[in-house]
């Protein structure tokens, strides 16, 4: 096997029982880095101290990314004017922070008979966010009685994504 010391410097192709005992001379434990490769490549390091940084590594990583970010609004399908603009300014900040959002009309009673009043409301809302944001997914029902649309922020968003 090609063996790499605790310095990163290839000592060359040494025979496994020799690199076991040099392993154990330096106070190393002996890692096959590359198990496919001809021939096989091994490393002298601390196993224990190799997995701790690597699993910080991974956490760090993990620290910057961001979930599924959706969030939802909903709405009534006989939301004021007011209220609207109030939840859209409301759903602009989510695009501008990077965020998926969803954009829900939820029907009762008697508005049931109604989808035209919540896909008319959905096509409103999207209207009013087309310079920040573009449709993921178009105006979908939901069980038997919400409508949904999902969007996304577009070209025209101006933050970054937080963390």
Same mark, same amino acid.
């Given at each position: 096997m090609l063996l790499i010391d605790e310095t990163n410097t290839s000592l060359g192709v040494i025979d496994t029982d020799e690199a076991m005992r040099l392993a154990r001379e330096r106070g190393y434990d002996l890692v096959e880095v590359s198990p496919n490769?001809?021939?096989?490549?091994?490393?002298?390091?601390?196993?224990?101290?190799?997995?701790?940084?690597?699993?910080?590594?991974?956490?760090?990583?993990?620290k910057h990314q961001r979930a599924g970010d959706v969030k939802e609004v909903r709405f009534r399908p006989r939301t004021e004017e007011h209220d609207i603009t109030t939840k859209v300014n409301r759903m602009a900040k989510f695009l501008n922070a990077g965020a998926?959002?969803?954009?829900?009309?939820?029907?009762r009673g008697r508005e049931r008979i109604y989808p035209e009043m919540a896909a008319q409301l959905l096509n409103t809302v999207v209207e009013r966010l &087309?310079?920040?944001? =573009?449709?993921?997914?178009?105006?979908?029902? /939901?069980?038997?009685?919400?409508? &949904?649309?999902?969007? =996304?922020?577009?070209?025209?968003?101006?933050? /970054?994504?937080?963390?």
């Amino acid at each position: 096997m090609l063996l790499i010391d605790e310095t990163n410097t290839s000592l060359g192709v040494i025979d496994t029982d020799e690199a076991m005992r040099l392993a154990r001379e330096r106070g190393y434990d002996l890692v096959e880095v590359s198990p496919n490769q001809r021939p096989p490549v091994a490393k002298l390091l601390d196993y224990g101290k190799f997995k701790y940084e690597q699993n910080r590594k991974d956490r760090e990583g993990r620290k910057h990314q961001r979930a599924g970010d959706v969030k939802e609004v909903r709405f009534r399908p006989r939301t004021e004017e007011h209220d609207i603009t109030t939840k859209v300014n409301r759903m602009a900040k989510f695009l501008n922070a990077g965020a998926k959002v969803k954009a829900t009309v939820r029907m009762r009673g008697r508005e049931r008979i109604y989808p035209e009043m919540a896909a008319q409301l959905l096509n409103t809302v999207v209207e009013r966010l &087309a310079d920040l944001a =573009v449709v993921e997914r178009p105006i979908v029902q /939901e069980g038997n009685f919400s409508f &949904a649309v999902i969007i =996304v922020p577009g070209p025209g968003a101006t933050g /970054e994504k937080q963390a």
